[in-house]
């Protein structure tokens, strides 16, 4: 019940298209839903993140939206560019537990 | 931007030996983790550490796991007998609070147990 699905495991995307990445979760006690960016040779980084009380937020070309009755969210990337390919995991957690990932997505971002 | 360090950023060592994995979390930050990715896998918790003890640890973070903060600064990772199936990128993260505030990893030491 800790787990959180992510899909596509990985994801080709032509420059100025829309990358889509989708997560579900069983746990309804989960209540913080980060995304994390991670390049390689690097440690994952927070991107954005989001409570169940909104259903979408957006920071620059980064959307995450929530749909808290499927137990789905999902991580929009407008206007990609080959700088974002990257690896991209959904995790979550609920108060003091750590945080639980996803399986991460392998973004490529084609010029 | 202040940020956690984490050295040797590659350890190689034989099978059977102790290593110990070394953090310097950011500076005013209250907890620390340790979290490992085997090539290409997700990253998986191994232990949570606040006000010097455990306060939760995973099924992978077994005897041979222990974990340490010395002092005012490091955090360490230690693994008593290393087996094969160790090799991993082993990544010490921190945050200012519990709840939801921002977690910062460190770049991560990669570890290859020959």
């Known amino acids: 019940q800790q787990q959180v699905k992510q899909s596509p495991q990985s994801l080709i995307v032509q420059k100025g298209g829309i990358s889509i990445i989708n997560c579900a979760y069983e746990?309804?006690?989960?209540?913080?839903f980060p995304w994390y960016q991670q390049f390689p040779g690097k440690g994952p980084a927070l991107l954005i993140a989001?409570?169940?009380?909104?259903s979408e937020k957006k920071e620059g070309r980064f959307t995450i939206s929530f749909n808290k009755s499927a137990k789905q969210f999902s991580l929009h990337i407008m206007d990609s560019q080959p700088g974002d390919s990257a690896t991209y995991f959904c995790?979550?957690?609920?108060?003091?537990?750590?945080?639980?990932f996803g399986s991460g997505t392998r973004l490529q971002v084609q010029p | 931007e202040p940020e956690v360090t984490q050295t040797p950023s590659h350890q190689v060592t034989q099978m059977g030996q102790e290593v110990i994995l070394r953090c310097v979390p950011i500076?005013?930050?209250?907890?620390f983790y340790w979290y490992r990715q085997i090539l290409g896998q997700k990253v998986e918790f191994l232990v949570s550490?606040?006000?010097?003890?455990?306060?939760?640890k995973s099924e992978i973070f077994d005897d041979q796991f222990s974990v340490e903060r010395p002092d005012g600064s490091n955090f360490t990772l230690k693994i008593r007998s290393t087996k094969l199936e160790d090799s991993a990128m082993y990544f010490c993260?921190?945050?200012?609070?519990?709840?939801?505030?921002?977690?910062?990893f460190g770049n991560g030491t990669r570890l290859t147990v020959t």
């Open positions: 993260a921190s945050k200012m609070t519990v709840g939801y505030s921002p977690l910062h």
């Open positions: 746990n309804t006690a989960f209540d913080y």
């Open positions: 989001i409570r169940p009380d909104v």
């Open positions: 995790a979550a957690v609920t108060g003091r537990r750590a945080l639980t």
């Open positions: 500076s005013n930050h209250l907890y």
């Open positions: 550490f606040y006000n010097n003890e455990i306060s939760e």
